[in-house]
């Protein structure tokens, strides 16, 4: 190896370390950027959720108290078929939760996306740079 070639090596080198260097900083702000996100949205969707739920038991339980008052003589069958009611809905809302979580969510979806896409171009440049014979 001669002393020139051995300069420019370790500068391409350095070079292709840097280049590295920056990609995987992208990489990871990107990485960063949808955590952010997806926590954002999160909090976002349980305060709502806190909310609405709140509402809905007040509302709810102003309702039985209605119908308990406007059927007072039946007022045993309007609590059971309340109770009844309610724990069917309370299943089928617990199922439905169950299902969500299982589905997962598309976190680092774009992050993967990028990466492959870096991993696809670094072999089309190995290709190019490195024919077959």
Known sequence: MSDKAAPGLFRSLR????DLVDVGRTRLALLANEVEEEKIRLVGVL???????????IGVVLLVAFLVLLFWEQRLLVMGASCLLFL?????????????????????KASLAELE???ASLRAGARDEFPSA
Request: aromatic share 6%; proline share 0%; with cysteine.
């Open 88 to 108: 069917v809905a309370a299943l089928g809302f617990a199922r439905r939760s169950q299902m969500g979580l299982a589905r997962g969510s598309g976190l680092f």
């Open 117 to 119: 896409a870096d991993a």
């Open 15 to 18: 070079n292709l370390l840097g």
């Open 47 to 57: 305060v709502h959720s806190i909310l609405a739920l709140t509402c809905l038991i």
